[in-house]
C-alpha cells in the first residue's frame, strides 16, 4: 500500500478518527424481494411456477371426468462467486495509532450489500433459466416495459399505467407489496409531479421528508445504478415489481478472514467472499418504466 494512501490515516494529520469514503453501506433492494439462504449446489430452483387451476360446469349426472393439463415451469438460481482481498502492510500500521483492519471490514460488507443490490438488477433484467433442468432461456418480456414516450413521460402516468398492467396480469396488487426503484433523476420527477404539490400529500409531508412516501400503493427504493441506454438522451430504467415476483438466492453467508500472509513477510490482510444469485420469479410481476 503506498504511503500516499496511508497518509489519510495518520494521526498527526487527522487524530483519532476513521470514516468511510461517501458510499453506499447497506442493500437497498435485499428487503424489497423474495430471499432463499443456504442453498446448495451449482444451481438451485428459485421457483416452481404452477399454472391457473379451471373448473368446469356439472351439466348431467355420471358425466366423464374433465381432465385438464396445468402449465408447470421451474425457474433457476444461478450462482456468482465473489471475493476480494484487501493487504495492509505492517509498516501501515505502526505509523498509525489505529487498527484500521475493523473498518476495511466494515467497508467490505459495504461492498457486498452494494453487490447484493447490483446482483438483484442483473437479475431482473437479464435472461433467466427456465425449465426442468434451466434449459429454456428466459429474456425480459417486451410487454412488460412502459416506454419514456408513453404520456409525454409524465411518471405519474407511467405508474398508474403499471398499476393497470399487474391488474391485467392477475397480480393481486392490493395483497402484493409492489416496489418501484428510482434514481435521482425520476425521484426528481416525482417530487415535482403536480399530484405530489397537492394540499392532500403535503399534508402527508411527502415533499418534507427525505424519503418519498407511497403513491397507490407503490413503494418507492432510492437507488442511483439502475440501468441506462441511449435514445437521443439517456434512458433510466427502473424496476417496477411485486416482492413475490423477484427472488435473490443465497448459497452461503459472506465469509471474512483476517489473518497474516506469510508471503508477504506476515502482513495483514482482509479476505471476503460470497456467492449469491438473483432472477425474476414470475414475469407477470414484473415490469420496467422508462425515463428520461
Not at 408447470?72 to 484487501?86: A, L, N, T
Not at 411485486?242 to 483476517?258: F, I, Q
Amino acid at each position: 500500500m503506498a504511503f500516499e494512501q496511508i497518509e489519510k490515516t495518520y494521526t498527526e494529520a487527522y487524530g483519532n478518527l476513521i470514516t468511510l469514503l461517501a458510499q453506499q453501506t447497506q442493500s437497498k433492494l435485499e428487503s424489497c424481494v423474495t430471499v432463499q439462504s443456504g442453498i446448495k449446489g451449482k444451481a438451485a430452483v428459485a421457483a416452481d411456477q404452477i399454472g391457473k387451476f379451471q373448473f368446469a360446469d356439472v351439466t348431467s349426472r355420471l358425466e366423464d371426468t374433465a381432465l385438464q393439463d396445468i402449465n408447470r415451469d421451474r425457474r433457476w438460481y444461478e450462482p456468482v462467486m465473489k471475493r476480494g482481498c484487501v493487504p495492509l502492510d505492517n509498516i501501515d500500521v505502526i505509523r498509525t495509532s489505529l487498527d484500521p483492519k475493523s473498518q476495511i471490514v466494515v467497508a467490505g460488507m459495504a461492498g457486498v450489500n452494494r453487490a447484493k443490490d447490483a446482483q438483484i438488477i442483473s437479475g431482473y433484467y437479464g435472461t433467466n433459466k427456465t425449465g426442468e433442468h434451466g434449459e429454456t432461456a428466459t429474456t425480459f418480456d417486451a410487454n412488460n416495459v412502459i416506454a419514456s414516450s408513453y404520456a409525454s413521460g409524465d411518471i405519474i402516468k407511467q405508474l398508474n399505467h403499471a398499476l393497470s398492467i399487474f391488474a391485467a396480469n392477475d397480480v393481486d396488487i392490493e395483497m402484493e407489496e409492489i416496489y418501484c426503484v428510482v434514481n435521482s433523476v425520476a425521484a426528481e420527477k416525482l417530487r415535482q409531479a403536480g399530484i405530489y404539490i397537492s394540499n392532500d400529500y403535503m399534508n402527508n409531508k411527502v415533499l418534507n421528508g427525505k424519503k418519498i412516501t407511497p403513491y397507490a400503493g407503490i413503494n418507492f427504493v432510492q437507488y442511483e445504478a439502475v440501468p441506462t441506454y441511449q435514445d437521443s438522451g439517456t434512458v433510466y430504467k427502473l424496476p417496477i415489481f411485486a416482492k413475490s415476483g423477484v427472488g435473490l438466492g443465497k448459497w452461503e453467508e459472506t465469509k471474512v478472514r483476517v489473518g497474516e500472509l506469510p508471503n508477504k513477510n506476515y502482513a495483514w490482510s482482509v479476505f471476503m467472499e460470497f456467492a449469491l444469485g438473483a432472477t425474476r420469479l414470475e414475469e407477470a410481476k414484473c415490469l420496467s418504466i422508462e425515463v428520461k
